[in-house]
């Protein structure tokens, strides 16, 4: 039988986790053994070899070839993790907050299917805050823009060696400085100055 080709962590028996972590297993036919997960694809790859070794693989088969012997491969191989008590404590909380989230949808789908006029009721409600939301950006957005055009207008007749209504410490003047620049397209797209 050809040798299996290497994962994507660079080292055989050995795949990453979406966490981040690396798990180790050796499979040979119908048998599947777990070595647990690691920090590194590294030690999961020499957790691995020291099993292949205890299994009695051929050295093609492992990930570091260069190892001569068991007791090489156990001296290099990761110590087994331990669990510890706050280990399981904290894996028991997650797994009661899991099921009281779980709990909570299977709730909150039979008072959707119970209620359908309050849900209702609800969208319209987000949609309103939604538009009022977006009218009152607008409006900021406009009176920004109004500022610094001011400013900017007051600044140009200054230049040009007129008179500004501004003071010199007029706060106003730092209107100037205003960022017009909006990434949220709450309308479209369209300009609050187009005609």
């Known amino acids: 039988m050809p040798p299996r080709r290497r994962s994507a962590s660079g080292y055989r028996g050995v795949r990453q986790r979406p ?4 798990y180790a297993e ?3 036919g119908d048998l599947r053994l777990s070595l647990g997960t690691y920090d590194t694809a590294h030690e999961a790859a020499r957790a ?15 990930n570091f070839p260069d190892v001569r012997t068991l007791q090489q491969a156990l001296d290099l191989a990761p110590p087994p993790r331990l669990n510890s008590a706050q280990d399981r404590a904290e894996h028991t909380a997650l797994q009661r907050r899991l099921l ?13 299917r119970r209620h359908p006029e309050d849900v209702a009721y609800e969208q ?9 939301d977006t009218r009152r950006r607008r409006e900021e957005r406009l009176d920004t823009r109004r500022r610094k055009a001011l400013a900017c207008a007051q600044a140009d007749l200054v230049n040009a060696g007129g008179r500004s ?18 990434d949220t397209d709450d309308d479209g797209g369209a300009d609050d100055w187009s005609d």
Request: net charge negative; glycine share 4%.
């Open 100 to 112: 009281v989230t779980q709990e909570d949808e299977r709730v909150m789908e039979e008072w959707r």
């Open 165 to 182: 209504f501004f003071t010199e410490e007029d706060k106003r003047w730092f209107d100037i400085w205003l960022s017009t620049f909006d």
């Open 124 to 132: 319209e409600y987000w949609e309103r805050r939604r538009e009022e």
């Open 48 to 62: 691995f070899d020291a099993a292949a070794w205890r299994l009695g693989r051929p050295r093609l088969q492992m």
């Open 19 to 22: 966490n981040g972590g690396f």
């Open 26 to 28: 050796i499979r040979s």
